[in-house]
């Protein structure tokens, strides 16, 4: 039951996801989908046409075909759920990825009428896997499809504006599946760039596919300080994305703020790790800013729900829904990004207006799955009546965890759903303080810990 997670599916190739669990996965997941038609793609990992072969067998038998579009990023994936293929068009799609996980793992990230299949979704289909005989092998139904020059062929048409424009690109692909697509696009769009690590290869030989990890940034930004105005690196399935000027490492908050500029008053909706600077800006600027829960499938049914134009993660999930479909696509983030170049937008200068304040960066608390939600509910407890010498206490957010605002920033205390940690982040006008509340809150984690 492990490999069932809030938002996708995700374990170790043959240990976990083998024969058995995937073709069981694939026939349990059939009885969930109302239509005929399932389009399955894959990301560069060795293991993963052979997870396609045995996800397509078990589709087949719960009655299901299957459009088959090979190797593809993420993003293009989500995009088969909007088109139509002879007249044919998918009632879901599964995504066979690792995403930025070591080369051993892999995973499926599900939609279904074009919504993501998540949460309590996920955990019930295990419960239905692990009771579960194996299915009956039938006859293999599969068609293959072209995604991949559908989806280049719409940013093209999208983004035909910044041909040519003068604008030196530098970007790192990390052997992930975003070179599948960024080389055609950004040729055809007559861009002058130069990539790094562009050929997908699902061992990673040069470094890990996760662009939070500045270490993973250092070649790009080489590159970038060499030849570059701008550069991008993407996550192993890119659909996440990082950013860079000469001056900026630009996190996904900071994005949206700088996307939101050439939206007239949108609706904006940020994970609980956002700084508090995106939320005040945008409120500013009289555009609507929704707090929400981490993760990209909370985020995709949020804006929704709200008719967002926009939504963002820190970590570089970026979602538009303002011209395009609602899901996170770094290849489109890219292109976004460059297109506020293009009309004159100086990124650092606009970086440079906002109120500066001190951030942490994520950091981890390694705990166990079953005691991570209840050290969270212990901490809630705790803050009724928190120590004499803890920092004065604006008001508490818990749409995700725990999110305490301070007079002067605020800090973060939430229960990871993929893996066995807390994850924290602080905040404040003033490092000093952003320490303090970061002190404050891991005291209150510690008494917590101790208290079960």
Not at 57 to 85: I, S
Not at 113 to 135: N, Q, S, T
Not at 309 to 320: K, N, P, R, T, Y
Not at 425 to 437: C, G, H, I, L
């Amino acid at each position: 039951m492990s490999i069932y997670r809030e938002y996708d599916i995700r374990g170790i190739y043959e240990k976990e996801l083998n024969e058995q669990s995937v073709v069981r996965i694939g026939y349990a997941l059939a009885s969930k989908i109302d239509g005929e038609y399932v389009a399955v793609g894959y990301d560069a990992r060795s293991h993963s046409p052979i997870l396609f072969e045995y996800l397509v067998r078990g589709l087949n038998a719960g009655g299901k075909k299957v459009l088959d579009m090979g190797l593809v990023p993420t993003p293009v994936n989500y995009f088969t759920n909007y088109q139509e293929w002879d007249g044919i068009t998918p009632s879901a799609s599964v995504m066979i990825t690792g995403s930025h996980n070591p080369s051993e793992y892999n995973g499926f990230k599900i939609t279904i009428d074009k919504a993501p299949f998540f949460g309590e979704d996920i955990y019930a289909l295990g419960r239905e896997c692990d009771d579960m005989d194996m299915p009956k092998a039938v006859d293999r139904n599969v068609t293959k499809i072209n995604a991949v020059d559908r989806y280049i062929d719409f940013l093209v048409g999208e983004f035909q504006h910044l041909k040519g424009m003068d604008t030196k690109i530098v970007y790192d692909c990390g052997n992930g599946v975003a070179g599948v697509v960024t080389e055609d696009i950004f040729s055809r769009l007559e861009l002058k760039t130069k990539g790094l690590y562009i050929d997908p290869d699902g061992t990673f030989p040069n470094h890990h596919p996760d662009p939070s990890d500045e270490h993973n940034l250092e070649d790009v930004k080489k590159l970038l300080e060499s030849y570059g105005d701008i550069a991008f690196a993407y996550d192993g399935d890119a659909d996440r994305i990082a950013v860079l000027t000469h001056e900026n490492n630009i996190k996904g908050d900071m994005m949206a703020l700088l996307f939101s500029l050439k939206m007239d008053k949108p609706t904006v909706v940020g994970e609980v790790k956002c700084s508090q600077v995106m939320y005040d800006e945008l409120t500013k600027r009289g555009a609507k800013a929704i707090m929400y829960k981490t993760g990209h499938s909370n985020l995709k049914v949020k804006m929704k729900e709200v008719n967002a134009d926009l939504a963002c993660e820190v970590s570089g999930h970026v979602f538009f829904k303002n011209r395009y479909f609602g899901y996170d696509d770094a290849i489109y983030a890219t292109l976004r990004m460059l297109e506020l170049v293009h009309d004159g937008i100086d990124l650092d200068e606009e970086l440079a207006k906002l109120p500066k304040v001190f951030s942490t960066e994520e950091i981890k608390v390694q705990t166990t799955e079953a005691q991570k939600f209840k050290i969270i509910d212990r901490v809630k407890e705790l803050l009724k009546n928190p120590p004499a010498s803890f920092p004065t206490i604006k008001d508490i957010i818990e749409v995700d965890g725990v999110r305490i605002n301070f007079e002067n920033g605020w800090g973060l205390v939430r229960a990871s759903n993929t893996t066995p940690v807390l994850v924290t982040r602080f905040e404040s006008t003033s490092q000093d303080e952003a320490k303090r509340y970061e002190s404050a809150i891991n005291s209150l984690i510690i008494e917590a810990k101790k208290s079960l």
